[in-house]
T-cell receptor
Framework: QKEVEQNSGPLSVPEGAIASLNCTYS??????FFWYRQYSGKSPELIMS????GDKEDGRFTAQLNKASQYVSLLIRDSQPSDSATYLC???????????FGRGTSLIVHP | GAVVSQHPSRVICKSGTSVKIECRSL??????MFWYRQFPKKSLMLMAT?????????EQGVEKDKFLINHASLTLSTLTVTSAHPEDSSFYIC?????????????FGEGSWLTVV
C-alpha cells in the first residue's frame, strides 16, 4: 500500500513569513512529485512539480525533494492571506500513472 | 497551463434519477482521466481511472454499475451517477493527464457539486 503522509494542520503563519509544508511517502521508487493547492469548495490547482533531488523554485514557491529520506516539501515565501488553503502532496511511482495523494495540510496565513 | 473543463459545476437532482458529468481536456489529448469524490473537509478519494477506448478501472468499494464511466474520445470522459440517492451528494472532480507535454502532469477540472434531494 503506497502512502503519502501530510500533517493535516492547520499550520498558522503570520503574513510575510515563510510557510513550510512537508510530505513523506512510502514507495521508494517514486519518481514524480506534485504540490497542489485547494481552496475551500474548489478543485485542486497545480502549483509545482519536481522530479529530481534538490530545490526547484517558482516565484514565491520552492519545492524540495530528498529521495533518500523519502521527503518532499513546499516552502512559501512572503506568505499572503490569499495563500490560505489546503495543500496537497501527490506522488507517482515508476511506471505507475496513478498518483497517490496525501490528505493535505491546511495553511492559514493571518494578517 | 493545460485546461480541463468539467460540466455542470452544480447540479441538483431528484432521488432515483441519473446525472451525467462531463470532463473535457481543452488543449491536449488525455489518454487517461481520473474521477475523484470529495466530501467537505475530507481528502480526495479516487473512484476510477478512465482510459480512452477501454473500460474504466474502478477502485475497491466503488460500484461500477452505479458510477458509469465512459471515455469515448481523447478529450472527453463522462461520469454518470445512476439511481442517485442523497448519500451520493458530494463534490466530484475529474482530472486528466497531459501525457505529451507539461511533464506528464495531471490537471484538475473545476469540480461538480451534486446534491440529491
Amino acid at each position: 500500500q503506497k502512502e503519502v503522509e501530510q500533517n493535516s494542520g492547520p499550520l498558522s503563519v503570520p503574513e510575510g513569513a515563510i510557510a513550510s509544508l512537508n510530505c513523506t511517502y512510502s514507495d521508494r521508487v517514486s519518481q514524480s512529485f506534485f504540490w497542489y493547492r485547494q481552496y475551500s469548495g474548489k478543485s485542486p490547482e497545480l502549483i509545482m512539480s519536481i522530479y529530481s533531488n534538490g530545490d526547484k523554485e517558482d516565484g514565491r514557491f520552492t519545492a524540495q525533494l530528498n529521495k533518500a529520506s523519502q521527503y518532499v516539501s513546499l516552502l512559501i515565501r512572503d506568505s499572503q492571506p490569499s495563500d490560505s488553503a489546503t495543500y496537497l502532496c501527490a506522488v507517482e511511482g515508476w511506471g505507475s500513472y496513478i498518483p497517490t495523494f496525501g490528505r493535505g495540510t491546511s495553511l492559514i496565513v493571518h494578517p | 497551463g493545460a485546461v480541463v473543463s468539467q460540466h455542470p459545476s452544480r447540479v441538483i437532482c431528484k432521488s432515483g434519477t441519473s446525472v451525467k458529468i462531463e470532463c473535457r481536456s481543452l488543449d491536449f489529448q488525455a489518454t487517461t482521466m481520473f474521477w475523484y469524490r470529495q466530501f467537505p473537509k475530507k481528502s480526495l478519494m479516487l473512484m476510477a481511472t478512465s482510459n480512452e477506448g477501454s473500460k474504466a478501472t474502478y477502485e475497491q468499494g466503488v460500484e461500477k454499475d452505479k458510477f458509469l464511466i465512459n471515455h469515448a474520445s481523447l478529450t472527453l470522459s463522462t461520469l454518470t451517477v445512476t439511481s442517485a440517492h442523497p448519500e451520493d451528494s458530494s463534490f466530484y472532480i475529474c482530472s486528466a493527464r497531459d501525457q505529451y507535454n507539461s511533464g506528464n502532469t495531471i490537471y484538475f477540472g473545476e469540480g461538480s457539486w451534486l446534491t440529491v434531494v
